[in-house]
Nanobody, 120 residues
């Protein structure tokens, strides 16, 4: 089983910054990609940013230039640095990890989510 745990959410004023962390643990052989998604009330979950084991990144247009995703492969951890936050960034942020389990089977695991609220 693979566990994914997020941390770092909270309340921040518009224009402020937050850093989210996500760690994957358990019966992991390798992780191919990790990503951050978010879901605002009444809206569908959407991709915010993703990163492969090789370091290739992908961002939603709405966060380009403000958010930066990075990862520590040795720790199976991914980070999301969020700068210049806007009220529309308010959402529950979820982390996803995809890869191979010990025993050679694919996995795609989600964390429980962390709330980010941008408000004055």
């Amino acid at each position: 089983q693979v566990h994914v745990v997020e941390s770092g959410g909270g309340l921040v004023q518009p224009g402020g910054s937050l850093r989210l962390s996500c760690a994957a643990s358990g019966s992991i052989l390798s992780i191919n990609a990790m990503g951050w998604y978010r879901q605002a009330p009444g809206k569908q979950r959407e991709l915010v940013a993703s990163i492969t084991s090789a370091g290739s990144t992908n961002y939603a247009d709405s966060v380009k230039g403000r958010f930066t995703i990075s990862r520590d492969n040795a720790k199976n951890t991914v980070y999301l640095q969020m700068n210049s936050l806007k009220p529309e960034d308010t959402a529950v942020y979820y982390c996803n990890a995809q890869g191979w389990r010990l025993g050679v089977s694919l996995f795609s695991s989600w964390g429980q989510g962390t709330q980010v609220t941008v408000s004055s």
